[in-house]
Nanobody
Framework: QVQLAESGGGSAQAGGSLRLSCTAS????????LGWFRQAPGKEREGVAI???????SYANSVMGRFTISRDIAKNTIYLDMNSLNPEDAAMYYC?????????????????WGQGTQVTVSA
């Protein structure tokens, strides 16, 4: 059974917007932490935004004010609305889950990963 499935990636121009979705299996959706990470070519994977089960949200400084993470409990889905995109946002975006607290943006803390969805931003 697929635990996390991302969708919504694609291409955008600088200044544009995209919305990513991540649908989780019912069990995975009960994880303490669900979030978005990204990895650009030649760079390490980094945390983008986290939605904790208690409703606390965290963002990486690089996306704060531009990206918004949200969740739909009825659909077992989290979203990432990305606005004011710039070429530095281009990457493979991954959804990830962590069962235990605390919720961090630290990649090694997460034990369930989706396959990723590609985001391309043209200048």
């Amino acid at each position: 059974q697929v635990q996390l499935a991302e969708s919504g990636g694609g291409s955008a121009q600088a200044g544009g917007s995209l919305r990513l979705s991540c649908t989780a299996s019912p069990y995975t959706f009960t994880s303490s932490c669900l979030g978005w990470f990204r990895q650009a070519p030649g760079k390490e994977r980094e945390g983008v935004a986290i939605y904790a089960a208690n409703g606390v949200i965290s963002y990486a400084n690089s996306v704060m004010g531009r990206f918004t993470i949200s969740r739909d409990i009825a659909k077992n889905t989290i979203y990432l609305d990305m606005n004011s995109l710039n070429p530095e946002d281009a990457a493979m975006y991954y959804c990830a889950a962590r069962r235990n607290w605390p919720c961090t943006l630290h990649v090694p803390d997460y034990d369930v990963w989706g396959q990723g969805t590609q985001v391309t931003v043209s200048a």
